[in-house]
């Protein structure tokens, strides 16, 4: 059996160094590997949920048939599509009504009161949007690899290359169809930012309705690099909470892209509440020198798969201390900049071996000192013990001040 602790690490200036407050953690029972973990940030009073503690954050499930009703609707996009979240705070009465419209039978009222009463009342809706060849590519893999509870879209400008994809047909969206007429940005990060805009109205319908969107590509090109902040940022103009996972162009690759890529993440930060910026240079120490240069990019694709999957799957499937959407929101929401760490080991020792390789995972650009908040995913079979389960200071000093299990 293999235990796998996956923690993510928040770095900022704006705590003294050496100060890490775990903010959240759970534990899965199965025989799956190398699950990635959910991330940080908590500043000032933004707050966490555990057994017989009140969050400081509404702690509550997502309605995304929920219109406005809520006198915070100027100050929260998120409030202007969960009114739910207003009735939980206190605001107005104990029942709140939300009216849609319904094709057969015009106007129709449906309750908030009897919150058990909805059945997909506990299912936030997550997209996973890939933009450009390398985003298309990352949603392929995680195709492939059987990922549930998510919605998979692709996003491009090159026709050719979205019919090779297994995504249904309804979910590839061409951009730019009058910009590009289906033959692709042509590495031109303008292109696929004018392409995003033109079709912007397109792509707030395809994020219509989401509680939490990934947006995932390769940094360096035209369509992901330009255009996935564009599409980003509908999505946080949405009131959705936004999640971007890319990576950066191998060294041979060339300056051009690396410096495309760069200005690329510069404008995705944004216009994302969390960004994880994965350089593809780093995934060199951990392959042979004999490596493909299509193996590299295919663990490139894979590790993008590894962090959208770890992430979702805290939100999407049950573990044995459970974490809801409305806890991962209260971390992630206007996060910033986060970093991944990916750990994983057998034998007696497992727990803390993994524990170890997760915090010198080399995705890490930087070191764990810096992170104001770390939130992990310990993933092993039906022998794993609580002691296993527990996460020892020791490994990062005095980093870890004290710790928080998201329950309901």
Same mark, same amino acid.
């Given at each position: 059996? @293999? ?16 100060? !890490? ?5 759970? $534990? ?34 997502? /309605? ?20 739910? $979240? ?24 449906? /309750? !908030? ?14 997209? $996973? &949007?890939? @933009? ?21 879209? &692709? ?78 940022? $509908? ?12 990576? %950066? ?26 960004? &994880? ?12 020198? /004999? ?6 990019? *295919? !663990? ?21 201390? *459970? ?32 524990? !170890? ?24 079979? /039906?022998?794993? %013990? ?18 928080? @299990?998201?329950?309901?």
């Amino acid at each position: 059996m @293999v235990a796998a602790i996956s923690p993510y690490f928040t770095p900022s200036d704006a705590r003294p160094m050496g100060v !890490l407050n775990v903010l959240g953690g759970r $534990v899965s029972m199965d025989n799956l590997l190398g699950r990635v973990g959910c991330l940080k940030m908590c500043d000032g009073k933004i707050g966490c949920s555990s057994a017989g503690q009140r969050s400081t954050m509404p702690h509550c499930r997502c /309605s995304a048939n929920s219109q406005s009703v809520s006198p915070y609707q100027n100050k929260d996009p998120f409030l202007n599509m969960h009114p739910e $979240v207003s009735m939980l705070r206190g605001e107005g009465n104990n029942t709140v009504t939300n009216p849609r419209k319904d094709s057969s039978s015009g106007s129709v009222t449906e /309750s !908030l009161g009897d919150m058990s009463s909805s059945s997909n009342y506990n299912e936030a809706k997550i997209k $996973v &949007i890939g @933009v450009g060849g390398g985003g298309s590519n990352a949603v392929n893999r995680m195709i492939e690899s059987a990922m549930k509870g998510v919605e998979f879209w &692709i996003v491009n400008t090159d026709v050719q290359a979205m019919k090779m994809s297994p995504v249904f047909p309804e979910h590839r969206l061409q951009i730019g169809q009058e910009l590009t007429r289906g033959l692709g940005a042509g590495g031109n990060p303008e292109i696929g930012m004018n392409a995003a805009k033109e079709s912007k109205e397109s792509i707030e319908e395809a994020l219509y309705g989401s509680d939490m969107v990934f947006v995932t590509a390769g940094m360096g090109g035209g369509t992901g690099t330009g255009g996935a902040p564009v599409i980003a940022g $509908v999505a946080k103009s949405l009131g959705i909470l936004t999640v971007g996972i890319v990576t %950066t162009p191998f060294s041979f690759e060339g300056r051009r892209r690396a410096v495309q890529a760069q200005e690329g993440i510069a404008a995705l930060r944004e216009n994302v509440d969390t960004l &994880i910026v994965i350089p593809n240079d780093k995934l060199l120490t951990a392959v042979s020198q /004999s490596t493909p240069v299509t193996e590299a990019f *295919n !663990l490139a694709d894979d590790i993008l798969r590894q962090g959208v999957r770890g992430i979702s799957d805290i939100i999407t499937i049950p573990g044995l201390v *459970n974490v809801d959407f409305a806890d991962v929101r209260a971390i992630m929401a206007n996060a910033g900049s986060s970093l991944m760490g990916i750990g994983t080991a057998t034998g007696k020792t497992r727990a803390r071996d993994a524990a !170890l390789n997760a915090i010198q995972s080399p995705l890490l650009d930087l070191g764990i000192e810096r992170a104001t908040g770390i939130v992990w995913n310990i993933t092993g079979g /039906s022998d794993l %013990t609580l002691f296993e389960v527990m996460i020892d200071p020791s490994l990062s000093g005095q980093a870890i001040k004290q710790g928080h @299990v998201f329950t309901d």
